[in-house]
């Protein structure tokens, strides 16, 4: 793995395998995040369908230097996806065919440095989603942060059309939670509830509204939000203007086809500008990260 930006001298000449040390340092939440959060109490966006993951002015935590503001007080947002080199977000329905071995060993170091991970109940139920697991690796930085052994899964869904008796919820280390809104079918929700979900209101209407949802997630302790997707409920974070930072993979592969990119669903007036922080390249993979300015 080669750092292709920043560019320092302490930068290594060629390829070499970076530890998950030198990674968690590299994409460390900013400083300013960090100080506040802790791992929460134990630990409208309708079903956003489509494939994940599963597979003021704040200092970044990490090496790759200050770049860009954003982050409500208390909270950052990031989201890690993956995209061909034509921009499918994934290939017959998931994202696991765009993926590598270095883009999935970023992807559990970003897992572990959070405190949440929100992600569509579509993607969820397509990527075959399982509770996050504890890494020995990572324990003593988790511990030091104050956070829980592992972090929380959020489903975003408003039919809270879900399989609660799949391992995501009857064998989370940590209980997950559901965002949905106050119109969700109260059936379901004692359902959810039943299976030891926690099902956490964050809007009026039939789904939750997504810049009330990472709020809400914030008020819990749970500071360091990653989202893993799918594309319409990264698009709804986008649109909502609550997302602070994106971990794009770039896998060297051509897809042709119709599949999704990385966000759907509505649009913005005037695009968002982010700014490139760090770039990281192994195997013909380039592994990008972007922060809102």
């Known amino acids: 793995m080669r750092s292709l930006l920043p560019v320092t001298d302490q930068t290594p000449d060629g390829d070499r395998e970076w530890s998950l040390d030198e990674l968690a340092d590299l994409y460390a939440y900013p400083t300013v995040i960090a100080a506040g959060a802790g791992s929460g109490p134990a630990a409208g966006a309708a079903d956003s369908a489509g494939s994940g993951r599963a597979a003021g002015a704040v200092a970044p935590g990490g090496t790759g230097g200050a770049s860009g503001t954003g ?42 440095l959070s405190d949440v991970v929100i992600a569509g109940a579509e993607t969820v139920r397509r990527e075959g989603y399982r509770p996050a697991r504890a890494r020995e690796a990572f324990a003593a930085r988790r511990a030091a942060a104050g956070q829980a052994p592992a972090p929380a899964i959020a489903v975003v869904s408003a039919s809270l059309d879900l399989d609660f008796t799949a391992p995501l919820f009857t064998e989370p280390l940590v209980p997950t939670l559901i965002l949905t809104g106050a119109g969700a079918a109260p059936e379901r929700v004692r359902a959810a509830e039943r299976a030891g979900a926690e099902v956490v209101v964050a809007g009026d209407g039939p789904g939750a509204d997504p810049a009330l949802a990472v709020a809400a997630l914030a008020d819990r302790g749970l500071a360091r939000q990653l989202t893993e997707g799918g594309p319409r409920l990264l698009g709804g974070f986008v649109a909502a203007g609550v997302l602070d930072e994106l971990c794009l993979s770039v896998a060297p592969v051509l897809t042709a086809g119709d599949s999704q990119r990385i966000t759907n669903g509505p649009g913005v007036t005037v695009p968002e500008r982010f700014a490139l922080v760090s770039v990281l390249e192994e195997a013909g993979f380039l592994f990008t990260r972007y922060r809102r300015i």
């Open 71 to 112: 982050g409500a007080p208390g909270r950052w947002l990031r989201a890690n996806m993956v995209s061909s080199l034509d921009g499918a977000a994934q290939h017959g329905g998931a994202s696991q065919p765009l993926s590598g071995a270095a883009d999935m060993r970023i992807f559990g170091v970003l897992r572990a």
